[in-house]
């Protein structure tokens, strides 16, 4: 009987302890849902704009895959995807899901104008002529990004090969830099995360997955380089326990894209909005506080090279 006690009370102790660690982990979820009675998971799947908002019109629709937490998604892009609103004189509604494939299904429904999705949820759009990529971020000079290999920096741990039998994290099961960079350097070596790693699981956000290894919560995770930096430059404490050791190639960064349902006008209203917002003040501001230099019109194809 004491025995059985004490394997409930450390296993209490670790979901606690992954829940404060990760907040919006799966595990963290399933206990916010049960102590909400379910209610409580909406806060982390869908927000929309609370504040006033013009009245009348058709409302723009976006949204946005959780690429980082949540919570600071939401903080940091609300701002700019309403701004892009003010410039079409439509009321914005934003929507946030927490699994990339969650923001394919809205786009798929119609019930998204536009979103700012994962690298890899781009070939899915695409191929099923949902959505098409419109325009693209330019940081550090560049429409490119990669994946980081990161790993607690007093680990000895010096790439993918000194991570078997060890725990890994991995952002979304469609995540380019968060999971197939890491799937591809598995297969190369005639392995899969299950023979490979003697743990693995989904953080549903990249800054969830550098708050893992930093924490400890696993020996090893690939990330998105423009969160990873953005994080560095801005909260530098999240990363303090960390090293990178590892980059791989380059990709075309995350896109803004557009439903296929959208008319051509309005999806070269959402074109100029987005290039233009570098151009005034406000629009500099918002850019300036996400890491972003201005977007550019994505070229044809420039997604389908990779």
Known sequence: MRRALAVVI??????????????????????????????????????????AVPSGGTTLRGGIGAMISPQRTISEYDHLFRLVAKKLEMPPEIVQRRKYAEVNELLERGELDFAWVCTGAVDELEARGVAVPLVAPVVGG?????????????????????????????????????????????????????????????????DNSVRAVQRGLADGATVDSLVFD????????????????????WFPIPPIVVSRRES?????????????????????????????ERFVPVEPGAYAAR
């Open 10 to 51: 450390v296993a209490a102790i670790a979901l606690l302890f992954l829940v404060v660690a990760i907040p919006d982990s799966t595990p963290a979820l399933w206990l916010a849902k049960f102590v909400s009675g379910g209610r409580g998971i909406a806060l982390h799947e869908t927000a929309t704009t609370a504040a």
């Open 142 to 206: 560049t429409t490119q990004y990669r994946a980081y290999l990161i790993v607690r920096a007093d680990s000895g741990i010096s790439g993918f090969a000194e991570l078997r039998g060890r725990r890994f994290a991995f952002t979304d099961p469609l995540s380019l830099t968060g999971r197939n960079v890491a799937i591809e350097q598995l297969r190369t070596l005639g392995e899969t995360p299950d023979s490979y790693f003697s743990e693995s699981f989904f953080t549903y956000a990249h």
């Open 230 to 249: 953005l994080l560095a430059k801005q909260y530098p404490d999240e990363v303090s326990r960390v090293r990178v050791v590892w980059k791989s190639q």
């Open 264 to 292: 051509p006008e309005l999806v070269a209203r959402l074109r100029d909005a987005f290039t233009s917002l570098h151009d005034d003040p406000e629009g500099r501001a918002i850019l300036d506080a996400v890491g972003i």
